[in-house]
């Protein structure tokens, strides 16, 4: 069965630090991968998506990016966090059969 | 562009009541699918129920089901037997040509004992 694995659970980051989270997934090959963030109470935002390796494709400009490494990991990063990135983060993929995603445990991202 | 709207921000419901969540959207593909979302206060967000648009008998997974009117763009989820679990913020989203998922500004739902 796939599995989807997402760290750090919670973060605390100054403003101007740098920020990376990560996220894997096991059980599959050549997921679709995403990162969302959601304000609390609100909906999600879609930040990247990524349907191979070097191929990823930014929603919202701002100062994060996003990379994949490898097949099953994806990584979202910051040089200077700002603390409007506080938030919740959620990684999510499809296999692009039926669309449906699966999700992270997400992070919870504080900027003091 | 596609849109999917939640006109019900915040319902609340005794446990073993039945309650029916809301959601219309707007698309231009003929072949799309619809899903609803459960996020509980952990945050985890679950795959609740997707329905594919050709087909005409609307899914249903145990407790829960959906009303899918394609005629009039519109996929309620109703909730059968209302359990305190079901406590939880719902989307609902559909599937667009170009790999993303339209969401909802989601319904919060509350189940009282």
């Known amino acids: 069965s796939q599995t989807i694995h997402q760290w750090p659970a919670t973060l605390v980051q100054p403003v101007g630090s740098p920020l990376s989270l990560e996220c894997t997934v096991e059980?599959?090959?050549?997921?679709?991968l995403y990162w969302y963030r959601q304000a609390a109470g609100r909906g999600l935002q879609l930040l990247f998506y990524?349907?191979?390796?070097?191929?990823i494709s930014s929603e919202v400009p701002q100062n994060l990016s996003a990379s994949r490494p490898q097949d099953r990991q994806f990584i979202l990063s910051s040089k200077k966090l700002l603390l409007s990135d506080s938030g919740f983060y959620l990684c999510?993929?499809?296999?692009?059969?039926?669309?449906?995603?699966?999700f992270g445990p997400g992070t919870r991202l504080t900027v003091t | 562009a596609q849109t999917v709207t939640q006109s019900q921000p915040e319902m609340s419901v005794q446990e073993a009541e039945t309650v029916t969540l809301s959601c219309t959207y707007d698309?231009?593909?003929?072949?799309?699918?619809l899903f609803w979302y459960k996020q509980p206060p952990s945050r985890q967000m679950i795959l609740v129920i997707r329905?594919?648009?050709?087909k005409q008998q609307n899914a249903t997974e145990n407790r829960f089901s959906v009303n899918f009117q394609k005629a009039a763009k519109s996929f309620s989820l109703k909730i059968s037997d209302s359990q305190l679990g079901d406590t939880a913020m719902y989307f609902c989203?559909?599937?667009?040509?170009?790999?993303?998922?339209?969401w909802g500004a989601g319904t919060k739902l509350i189940i009282k004992p």
């Open positions: 329905q594919e648009a050709y």
């Open positions: 989203a559909s599937h667009d040509s170009n790999y993303q998922l339209i």
């Open positions: 059980g599959t090959s050549n997921p679709n």
């Open positions: 999510a993929f499809d296999r692009g059969l039926s669309y449906e995603q699966y």
């Open positions: 698309t231009s593909e003929n072949n799309y699918y």
């Open positions: 990524s349907i191979g390796i070097d191929q």
